[in-house]
């Protein structure tokens, strides 16, 4: 049980020492004594509300890290309520919530920061935000993108009226995004529907929202249903009607990689990079030029993709984003394997695994073992694959892979048991589980 007394006086305690003002400095403000002040601060507490007042009245400070401070002790008190979780999963458990809350904060901020229109203006700037976040964060966590769409639909739920509405069904289609990610198309489907009917149903007198981004969102589930025609139908209208063509040619490069067409795809890519230049969005060039370099490798244009990541790499150090320097180093040690230079381009895959591995980004970790096996298996090492072989059991706990490309893993790992596996067939897994994670009802077969 939490100590409410004891959390109150390390609180007043806290920010006493963050303001640098003494207890003695608190004694002569409040008239109480010294040793009153250093009781309350310490092993008493503060049990009465007026007195957790009074002594916060003696020490300047911003109003808004009173609740910053109380949350980070009310975390600290958690600890003890949950007895029945290990360390690691106390610690995990932690590291999320810290990482959810440094996302939320920073989407409230800009959307103060943006919105200057009053209480129904903040609130479209705030779920916007919101949204754009939860989208960002779905290719990496899923969790975290639920969250974030979830508080969107929350934010969106306080505006009344046809504005509310249509800010309703904008939240819901992030969340049926989220749940398209998780690869749960039919009930995506279902989600989606019912946020364009909201959306229809409503207004945005001022045009807050995007009209193309529903649009796109449609279209990335049509994508991933390989109703390929309809993906790209949308991505024309979404570009007709929108605000972001440099999104949507981005959109549609991906969408040509997955039907396999990567020279399309590498053509809309080079059209679309001088209007990413000149929007100057430093996120969506590095999503550029990265899927530009996955095509080239396609293609085994090795030379032009090596050119290509020294730009990705740049771009990924400069946002500081650790996943996006991970997913560098993969591609990375792809074309340097391109290029003939195995034992380079192991290091870089083992690298990028371990990161996957450490984040749970099993699909990731498993596209970037394959590649390392191969090269192991040009050389005849298969002992060493034996051994590589069983990190994929991480993997194929996961619910994050599906039947098929689980299946395929599960071939691998025995035949690596066996010291059977080949190099051909690391690559051929490899080159279905690229296919795979695009195509849920793809069947693995090993001709």
């Known amino acids: 049980m939490i ?4 959390i109150r006086g390390l609180l007043v305690d806290f920010l006493a020492r963050w303001y640098d003002v003494s207890q ?14 250093s009781l309350y601060l310490g092993q008493r507490g503060i049990h009465r509300p007026a007195v957790l007042e009074k002594l916060l009245g003696a020490i300047p400070h911003r109003p808004a890290a009173v609740p910053l401070v109380a949350g980070c002790l009310d975390g600290l008190g958690t600890l003890g309520r949950n007895a029945d979780l290990t360390e690691d999963e106390l610690l995990r458990i932690e ?11 920073e989407a409230l901020t800009e959307a103060v920061r943006r919105s200057r229109s009053g209480p129904a203006g903040e609130i479209m700037e705030l779920c916007v935000l919101l949204c754009e976040e939860s ?23 306080r505006l009344a009226g046809p504005e ?12 049926a995004n989220v749940t398209r990610v998780s690869g749960e198309l039919d009930a995506a489907d279902a989600s989606l529907e019912a946020a364009k009917l909201q959306w229809s149903a409503g207004t945005d007198r001022d045009s807050v929202l995007d009209p193309g981004r529903i649009l796109d969102l449609e279209a990335s589930l049509r994508r991933d249903q390989r109703r390929f025609d309809e993906a790209l139908r949308l991505l024309d209208e979404a570009e007709r009607v929108g605000r972001s063509s440099e999104r ?20 809309i890519l080079r059209e679309a990079e001088p ?8 996120r969506l060039l590095y999503m550029l030029r990265f899927n530009l370099g996955v095509n080239e490798t396609h293609l085994k244009r090795y030379a032009e993709a090596a050119l290509l990541v020294r730009q990705v790499r740049e771009l990924a150090s400069e946002r500081g984003d650790e996943i996006e320097i991970s997913r560098t180093t993969w591609l990375e040690g792809r074309i340097v394997a391109g290029l003939g230079r195995a034992g380079e381009a192991r290091k870089l895959l083992e690298k990028a695994r371990r990161e996957f591995d450490h984040r749970e980004m099993f699909a ?5 073992l394959l590649e390392e096996a191969a090269l192991l298996l040009d050389e005849g090492r298969t002992a060493e694959v034996k051994t590589l072989a069983l990190e994929l059991n991480r993997v194929l706990k996961s619910k994050g892979v599906h039947f098929e490309a689980l299946a395929a893993l599960r071939l691998f790992q025995e035949a690596a048991g066996r010291e059977t596996a080949t190099a051909d067939l690391a690559r051929n897994i490899l080159r279905f589980l690229f296919r795979a994670r695009y195509d849920q009802g793809l069947q693995f077969t090993t001709l």
């Open 3 to 6: 100590d409410e007394p004891r």
């Open 24 to 37: 003695k400095e608190i004694a002569a403000r409040t008239g109480l004594s010294g040793s009153g002040v």
């Open 95 to 105: 590291e999320e919530t810290q990482r959810l809350t440094r996302l939320v904060r």
């Open 135 to 157: 989208e960002r964060a779905a290719s990496r966590d899923l969790t975290a993108a639920a969250v974030l769409a979830r508080l969107a639909r929350e934010t969106a739920d």
């Open 164 to 175: 509310g509405m249509r800010l309703q069904g904008y939240s819901m289609a992030h969340e």
């Open 248 to 267: 949507v040619a981005i959109k549609r490069g991906f969408t040509l990689e997955v039907m396999g067409e990567y020279e399309r795809a590498v053509e």
């Open 275 to 282: 209007k990413v230049l000149r929007l100057g969005d430093r």
């Open 364 to 368: 990731d970790a498993a596209l970037a």
